[in-house]
């Protein structure tokens, strides 16, 4: 057995995606919450879910398994959420 063929040389380790957290988008995140502030009832509704759709999309295109799409765009919610909240407490700190 030459050195080139032994087994050891021919392994290769499991490819693995990793994929950058939506909730590190801060600029998508931010730009979502600004624009379902200025939006209401079904305007809101289905800007949100063209976002998921967006989101979810990417993510599948990624290669990434259902599971984790879910736990992505629930994330991306609380993201979202929490953006809209700490933006209504800047603001009323502006008005005080």
Do not use: N
């Not at 021919?10 to 994929?19: E, F, G, H, N, T």
């Not at 931010?30 to 998921?52: F, I, N, P, T």
């Not at 993510?59 to 700490?86: K, N, T």
């Amino acid at each position: 057995m030459r050195e080139h063929e032994l087994p050891l040389f021919a392994w290769q380790p499991p490819c693995k995606i990793l994929v950058f957290p939506i909730t590190k988008r801060v600029g998508k995140i931010r730009r979502c919450a600004e624009v379902l502030e200025s939006k209401h009832g079904k305007d809101a509704e289905s800007y949100w879910r063209q976002q998921v759709r967006v989101v979810a999309d990417h993510l599948e295109r990624m290669g990434c398994s259902g599971a984790e799409i879910r736990r992505q765009v629930d994330e991306f919610q609380s993201a979202v959420q929490a953006e809209m909240v700490r933006r209504s407490y800047e603001g009323k700190g502006r008005e005080a």
